[in-house]
């Protein structure tokens, strides 16, 4: 019996990468607490996070990459801890804004972001001014956002100018705050906890759900390439079989 050369022997597919993963940050307090420091320190130790996870994301090939920083339920926070996250949000586009821009990285942003201070607003405008015309990968930055709130806002749009029989699931689609990402393969929540929070209740349809108990702050270049192989091993039917 003939044997095929090596050369010619089939070589395992290589895994699946998700071509557009979302991320919910959770965990920076309790990162905190289990240090004795205050919550701030875990809320700035989770900007660094957001560094190194963003650049493993480029590194491993996935398209694009949307971060739950701030959600329109937030606000519930004591004022001082929203001030915090503000003053960290300012913090890590002056700091990374030169990176992403070097590496052709495009930055989006989802939610109503206009409600936050003007200069914040104005710092955010000129950030996706200065990378809107990158080629690159996408990473969305969720503030102020809501899901609950995009899918509303979108069917009174659709209601102002479509009739009831022409508001297709398409026609909704392309009214979200999403609709030039690729659709969402896999959705990550650390920290442990189970649910969405509100979080692209509508993208993540069919998007694969993956919760691991790491805390946001701890959840690194490696974590995230954990997360991206176990994606490789599930089999998405769509409802098929």
């Not at 699946?16 to 240090?35: C, E, L, Q, S, T």
């Not at 801890?81 to 030169?98: A, C, H, K, P």
């Not at 690159?136 to 009174?156: F, K, W």
């Not at 993208?203 to 270049?221: H, I, K, M, S």
């Amino acid at each position: 019996m003939s044997t095929a050369p090596l050369s010619a022997v089939a070589s395992p597919a290589p895994p699946a990468i998700p071509r557009h993963v979302a991320i919910i940050m959770d965990g920076n307090g309790r990162w905190a607490k289990a240090r004795h420091l205050p919550r701030f320190a875990g809320h700035k130790a989770g900007v660094d996070a957001v560094r190194h996870v963003t650049r493993a994301a480029r590194a491993l090939g996935i398209e694009a990459l949307t971060l739950y920083a701030f959600s329109s339920e937030n606000w519930r926070r004591p004022e001082e801890e929203v001030n915090d996250l503000m003053g960290l949000l300012r913090l890590f586009i002056r700091r990374d804004l030169d990176e992403l821009a070097r590496e052709n990285v495009r930055l989006r942003v989802i939610g109503d972001y206009r409600r936050f201070a003007p200069d914040l607003v104005e710092l955010v405008d000129a950030a996706i001014a200065r990378t809107a015309a990158n080629t690159g990968p996408i990473l969305a930055i969720a503030l102020n956002y809501g899901a609950q709130a995009e899918l509303a806002a979108a069917a009174r749009r659709l209601a102002a100018r479509l009739a009831p029989e022409d508001i297709t699931e398409a026609a909704i689609e392309a009214e979200l705050e999403t609709r030039d990402l690729p659709p969402l393969d896999l959705m990550i929540r650390t920290s442990g906890e189970h649910r969405l929070s509100n979080f692209l209740l509508w993208q993540a349809a069919y998007a694969e759900l993956l919760f691991v108990d790491t805390l946001w702050p701890d959840f690194d270049g490696e974590a995230l390439a954990d997360a991206v192989a176990a994606f490789g091993r599930r089999q998405r039917r769509y409802g098929g079989l």
